[in-house]
């Protein structure tokens, strides 16, 4: 069993910054897959980001403007969104993923508001 652990979000202003992070602890396989997802208000939940030991894939609408990193020595994952717009009101969540199945966060909250 692995546990996900996000922290990083709160309020912030559009056009501001803000990073995620995703802690992952317990039986790790090294072969895995660590992804952001994100699930607004009267949404379904959809992808962000996800990365492996040497890939990285990105939903359309988050090119360019945010970036997902791992830190395997910490087993941490990061979501950095620069240039937030209201529309990316959401919670975000963690999710690994390997042979043995998937595992979600409970999810930060991220509020981007004047």
């Known amino acids: 069993q692995v546990q996900l652990v996000e922290s990083g979000g709160g309020l912030v202003q559009p056009g501001g910054s803000l990073r995620l992070s995703c802690a992952a602890s317990g039986s790790i396989f090294s072969m895995n897959i660590m992804g952001w997802y994100r699930q607004a208000p009267g949404k379904e939940r959809e992808l962000v980001a996800t990365i492996t030991s040497g890939s990285t894939n990105y939903a359309d609408s988050m090119k360019g403007r945010f970036t997902i990193s791992r830190d395997n020595a910490k087993n941490t994952v990061y979501l950095q969104m620069n240039s937030l717009k209201p529309e990316d009101t959401a919670v975000y969540y963690c999710?690994?993923?390997?042979?043995?199945?998937?595992?979600w966060g409970h999810g930060t909250r991220v509020t981007v508001s004047s």
């Open positions: 999710k690994y993923s390997s042979w043995s199945g998937d595992q």
